[in-house]
């Protein structure tokens, strides 16, 4: 099955600075890449997400990449603020009978320092 | 606010006991997903249903089942309590299987505790 790897685990940012977190997955077919935010005490929130016929995607401060020869794909904020402190989540979807399951990464717990 | 409802939000029980957890979908979506989140395993995908029929399963204990009713909502039950099954469950919703639309919005889950 596939299998999704996320680094680094923690992160800390000066207030400003971009961040940045780094998946690969393992099966080439997997087509749909998601990245979710996930703030104590509630459920994870798709802030953005990249299909792979797409190389690069923005959406205001956040950004993601996807190499698909490398089987890589990354999330970039940029001028983070204290409000951007999390936990965040890739994954990658395995298309296949009309499932669209994810499978996750073991998440970036991400502090911004005022 | 993702839409999508989760009841209820905490859960206290005893080894061996049964429970349900409910989710109600955003309107208008057919596809319910089920995730279990751990400390040690992390985010991890148990079983979809669409419109009623199960899509797909993953790594679902047998002690668990699931059905999705004719309204869309759909009930998770855990039977056979043990320790190990406390986590925090999650229902996402999706509008459709394929094309252009089936992002999954999660609900705020459910924090079971087994005693």
């Known amino acids: 099955g596939e299998n999704v790897e996320q680094h680094p685990s923690t992160l800390s940012v000066q207030e400003g600075d971009s961040a940045v977190i780094k998946c690969t997955y393992s099966d080439s077919a997997s087509n749909y890449f998601p990245w979710y935010k996930q703030e104590l005490g509630k459920g994870p929130q798709l802030i953005i997400d990249i299909r792979s016929n797409v190389g690069e995607k923005k959406d205001q401060r956040i950004a993601v990449t996807l190499n698909k020869t490398a089987k890589h794909f990354s999330l970039h904020i940029t001028e983070t603020q204290p409000e951007d402190s999390a936990v965040y989540f890739c994954?990658?979807?395995?298309?296949?009978?009309?499932?669209?399951?994810?499978?996750f990464g073991k998440g970036t717990k991400l502090s911004v320092i005022p | 606010d993702s839409g999508v409802t989760q009841t209820p939000k905490h859960l206290i029980t005893a080894t061996g006991q049964r429970v349900t957890l409910r989710c109600s979908p955003r309107s208008g979506d057919l596809s319910v997903y089920w995730y279990q989140q751990s400390l040690d395993q992390g985010l991890q995908f148990l079983i979809q249903y669409y419109n009623g029929e199960e899509r797909a399963k993953g790594n679902i204990l047998e002690r668990f089942s699931a059905q999705q009713f004719p309204d869309l909502h759909s009930e998770l039950n855990l039977s056979s309590l043990e320790l190990g099954d406390s986590a925090l469950y999650f229902c996402?919703?999706?509008?459709?299987?394929?094309?252009?639309?089936?992002?999954?919005?999660f609900g705020p889950g459910t924090r079971l505790t087994v005693t």
């Open positions: 996402a919703s999706s509008p459709t299987l394929a094309g252009a639309n089936y992002e999954q919005y």
């Open positions: 994954a990658a979807s395995l298309s296949g009978a009309g499932s669209y399951q994810l499978t």
